[in-house]
């Protein structure tokens, strides 16, 4: 059976309701979805996976700068061996950066409410040393931003929403753009260890470039783990926890992993940009009364932040 049957977005201008009733069903089946003839430009792509690579060809203590072992990992560099996956005994195999989204004025009424938005959402690190290293990063965060906006319109399409409902609750969504390295293997990695142990994202939906380099596995409902390998330049797409929850489980965040290459490709390292779109920080969590069914007790309400802050320390980055 062909399970990750590749979604073409333009049927979204086409076909709407076939769109998001396509991406709903791949969804149910796999928490996966791959989409084709998305609208991140291609040029976009290639400058920010340019940057991701200069930043990593720096020398190690010039990127431990960016570092900050406070931060949870959430803004600018965090080094090889630092995150394992949530209950994992060893560290993933790979370092990475993260963009974010700065807390402007825009997000006032956050900061009014009591939350230190300066702290939840501080600015990103400029990196001196790589020419247009944050321009491109930051090109490549709008581009996912608006074409993940785009897919959360058709996906609350198909579950009986208003088009415009995630609109409000993610505009300030603390959303990150991870850019991702996993060194070539050219010794044989500790016992047990994993370029990603299998884990789940916490956000609300994830968008990923970058993953034509075998080792993306998904945990199929059935016990079977399934290889992804995309079309070039195709664009996957998960269901994170938040949004699960939000479902009360009628979407699935699905276990997933990224396992070591093969030996004959050992000798390669493996890049892939990720981009994680959050509800806004103070957005409530709780399922939807549609999905909640007799006898299955609901998720109870947790606000975005702290069901984040959860995360962060299960995966060791605070």
Do not use: C
């Not at 059976?1 to 709407?16: G, N, Q, V």
């Not at 700065?102 to 009591?114: H, P, S, V």
């Not at 965040?253 to 103070?282: C, G, I, K």
């Amino acid at each position: 059976m062909t399970y990750f049957t590749p979604i073409s977005y333009t049927l979204k201008a086409e076909y709407p309701s076939d769109f998001g009733e396509a991406l709903v069903k791949s969804f149910r089946e796999t928490g996966f979805a791959v989409l084709t003839d998305h609208p991140i430009p291609q040029e976009t792509i290639d400058e920010a996976l340019s940057a991701a690579k200069a930043f990593f060809m720096l020398p190690d203590n010039t990127k431990r700068a960016y570092h900050d072992p406070k931060g949870g990992g959430q803004r600018g560099y965090t080094p090889f061996g630092v995150e394992n996956a949530k209950g994992a005994q060893k560290a993933d195999l790979k370092e990475f950066w993260h963009t974010g989204r700065g807390f402007d004025t825009e997000g006032a009424d956050l900061q009014a409410k009591g939350m230190d938005m300066a702290a939840i959402m501080p600015p990103t690190p400029s990196v001196s040393e790589i020419e247009a290293f944050d321009a491109n990063t930051e090109a490549l965060f709008d581009a996912f931003d608006e074409t993940g906006q785009s897919i959360l319109s058709a996906i609350a399409r198909a579950i009986g929403l208003e088009a415009d409902w995630f609109s409000p609750r993610v505009k300030q969504g603390n959303s990150i753009l991870r850019l991702l390295h996993y060194p070539a293997l050219t010794t044989p990695p500790p016992a047990g260890s994993v370029r990603a142990g299998a884990h789940e994202d916490i956000n609300v939906i994830t968008l990923l470039l970058g993953a034509e380099e075998a080792g993306l596995e998904v945990l199929h409902k059935s016990g079977e783990w399934l290889s992804i390998n995309p079309p070039e330049g195709a664009l996957v797409i998960n269901v994170g926890d938040m949004l699960q929850r939000l479902t009360h489980d009628y979407l699935p965040s699905t276990t997933h992993r990224v396992v070591n290459p093969s030996p004959e490709r050992a000798a390669h390292p493996r890049y892939s940009m990720p981009f994680f779109l959050h509800f806004a920080p103070d957005v409530l969590i709780e399922p939807l009364p549609v999905f909640v069914k007799p006898g299955h007790p609901a998720y109870p309400p947790i606000t975005a932040q702290d069901y984040l802050t959860e995360r962060l320390q299960e995966i060791g980055l605070i």
